[in-house]
């Protein structure tokens, strides 16, 4: 069964730009989770994806949004870019539905760099 | 609120060495599961080991084991007879088992396996 896989590996974008990030989860995963990782803050909750609709989110300004499709591919949205939104974005799929009993599944992450 | 800590930002040991790394978090809840993940350089986030929190018996993989102290609020990894392929970023992670599926990381603990 093929992994949780997020593309593109690595962007590079300038300040004030948008960009879009893509995650396809394990087939049959119906959760998304996408988590901001950097060296300062750490790994921290952007928001949660079920079944097209968006359960939770952390602590992030506007800027930062998502959506998940039918088939429970999900894309994350940042606008109006930032230095400090240089990170690592990953994604994360799951079974989980009104409980949280089944672990979460990591893709690679998609490194972004905003310059 | 739910927090994590590891106090450990770095460890090293020597191959086949057992090396213990330790985890505090601290919530109000009584129901949830407890994980440690491991992030090698490859970037992608790998479950080790899971706990849940109503089971009193330690959970164990292979040559990786915790120890769960609920009272205490305590949740350290052992690993045993380690190996090279182990040195990576070890997160501890918790996350409720009702509401959001939404992990919290602890900061991370860098490990390295010298040969």
């Known amino acids: 069964k093929a992994g949780v896989t997020q593309t593109p590996r690595y962007l590079i974008k300038t300040r004030g730009q948008q960009v879009t990030l893509s995650c396809s989860p394990i087939?049959?995963?119906?959760?998304v989770s996408w988590y901001q990782q950097t060296p300062g803050q750490g790994l921290q909750f952007l928001f949660e994806?079920?079944?097209?609709?968006?359960?939770n989110k952390g602590n992030f300004p506007g800027r930062f949004s998502g959506r998940q499709f039918s088939n429970s591919r999900s894309e994350m949205n940042v606008s109006t870019l930032e230095l400090g939104d240089s990170a690592l974005y990953l994604c994360?799929?799951?079974?989980?539905?009104?409980?949280?009993?089944?672990?979460?599944?990591f893709g690679n992450g998609t490194r972004l760099t905003v310059t | 609120a739910q927090t994590v800590t590891q106090s450990q930002p770095e460890m090293s040991v020597q191959e086949a060495e057992t090396v213990t790394l330790s985890c505090t978090y601290d919530?109000?809840?009584?129901?949830?599961?407890l994980f440690w993940y491991k992030q090698p350089p490859s970037r992608q986030m790998i479950l080790v080991i899971r706990?849940?929190?109503?089971?009193?018996q330690n959970a164990t993989e292979n040559r990786f084991s915790v120890n769960f102290q609920k009272a205490a609020k305590s949740f350290s990894l052992k690993i045993s007879d380690s190996q090279l392929g182990d040195t990576a970023m070890y997160f501890c992670?918790?996350?409720?088992?009702?509401?959001?599926?939404?992990?919290?990381f602890g900061q991370g603990t860098r490990l390295t396996i010298n040969p």
């Open positions: 087939s049959g995963h119906r959760s």
């Open positions: 994360a799929s799951s079974l989980a539905g009104t409980e949280n009993n089944s672990p979460l599944h």
């Open positions: 992670a918790f996350v409720l088992i009702q509401g959001a599926q939404k992990l919290v």
């Open positions: 994806y079920f079944s097209e609709t968006q359960r």
């Open positions: 919530t109000s809840e009584n129901n949830y599961y």
């Open positions: 706990q849940e929190a109503y089971k009193q």
